[in-house]
Structures are given as C-alpha cells and as structure tokens.
C-alpha cells in the first residue's frame, strides 16, 4: 500500500509535468515575451522551482464567508494548498509546520495561506475554525470552502484529483504540495509535504522578492 506522502507526491505530478512542458515550449519557442511563458526559475529555498507561470483562478469563499479571488490579491505572495479539516495525517502535518514557519517571520510579511477544501461535503466554517484552533493555526491558514460544483471548478483548473478511499471513505487523496504564487500571480515553486518549516519561512522571504 502507498503512503499517504507517496500517494502525494503522484497526485501533484500531472501538474508539475504541465509546468515542465510550459518550460520546454517556452525554450523552444525563442520569440515569446509573454509573462505566461517566462522561463527564468527561482531559487526558493526548500522548495522545487518551476517555470514561472500565472496561477489558475480562484474564486470562492472562506471560512468567515468572505469572497476570495487569488486575482485580487496580486501585490503580495499567496500559498495555497489543497487539504481537508478532517485529514488526519497530512493536512495536520502541513498544518504544524506552517505554524512553525510562520513564527519565524514577522505578522506583517507572512504570505496569505489559502487551503482549498477537497472535501465539500464535510468541511465547514465550524471545522475549519476546529482545525485551525486545533493545529494553531487561527490566523495563519484561511479555508476556502464551497460547493462540489465551484470547488470541482478549482479542481480541474489546478489540475487536482482528490479521490474517496475505497477502504475508508472518511479519508480523501489528494494533493499535499504547496503552491507558491509570487506578488505578480505567478506560481514560481511547490513546496512537497516533507518541506522543512526553516526553509518554506526563508523561501516566503525569497518569494516577497520576487
């Protein structure tokens, strides 16, 4: 049987390869100055470095039903991660050390964390303020919940495939890998679910640079 981080790492793939694909045409192409096609990789420390391109869109609500659009949100880095308030071995994981991280960098320079819901049938405004209460997280990792039809939506753009297991129903598949957008909305790296809180709380300092 996999392991929960190996069952990770294989549902991030498809999207990574996307990436990878976006930097071979867009070094083969020779002509395009696109922002969309740059080709110019990071050296975000801890985490792999990807081709630069703009983040799919979300537009959803969080756990205090606020309206959030990662498009309005441009001018300061945004991780997001795909997770669930009932997970009870990555999500907590990423969730401790993003605390850890987190205190190593002042209040006022600490990247917006959204956590996109894969569990819509379950995750709600109360579990999530469980979660976060639970991991201390309050403050530092915003929910975004919603509907199975405008979560699938969000799904399918990031190229996520949360998936039931079959032999426990409570427990979802899913993506565990951190995106990291920089100020201008662009995925510059993924942070896998081993990251080292040191490293992710340097690399936000890196990615504000960006």
């Known amino acids: 049987m996999q392991s929960p981080l190996r069952r990770s ?5 498809p999207f990574a390869a996307l990436l990878a694909v976006t930097l071979i045409v ?23 470095a990807v081709p630069a391109k703009n983040a799919p869109p979300i537009d959803l609500t969080d756990q205090y039903g606020k309206k959030v659009d990662l498009a309005n949100l ?10 669930y308030t009932h997970c009870t071995d990555l999500c907590p994981i990423v969730a401790g050390k993003v605390h850890t991280a987190y205190a190593q960098v002042p209040q006022g320079k ?16 109360a579990s999530a303020a469980h979660f976060n209460k639970l ?5 530092e990792i ?7 039809a405008e979560l699938e939506k969000v799904w399918k753009a990031w190229d996520v495939k949360p998936e039931h297991n079959a032999n426990e129903p409570e427990e979802i598949e899913h ?9 201008q909305g ?11 809180p040191e490293k992710l709380a340097e690399g936000t300092r890196t990615l504000a640079r960006l």
């Open 9 to 13: 790492i294989l549902r991030a793939a």
């Open 26 to 48: 867009a070094g083969c192409g020779g002509g395009s100055s696109s922002s969309d096609s740059a080709v110019t990789l990071p050296a975000v420390p801890g985490a792999d």
């Open 74 to 83: 441009q001018g300061k880095p945004v991780l997001v991660a795909f997770l």
């Open 110 to 125: 600490r990247p917006l964390f959204l956590a996109v819901s894969v569990d819509p049938a379950h995750d709600t405004s």
């Open 135 to 139: 991991h201390r997280t309050t403050g």
């Open 142 to 148: 915003d929910w975004l919940l919603g509907s199975h």
């Open 175 to 183: 993506n565990a890998e951190i995106f990291a957008i920089d100020p």
């Open 186 to 196: 662009r995925i510059r790296a993924l942070y896998p679910p081993s990251f080292k």
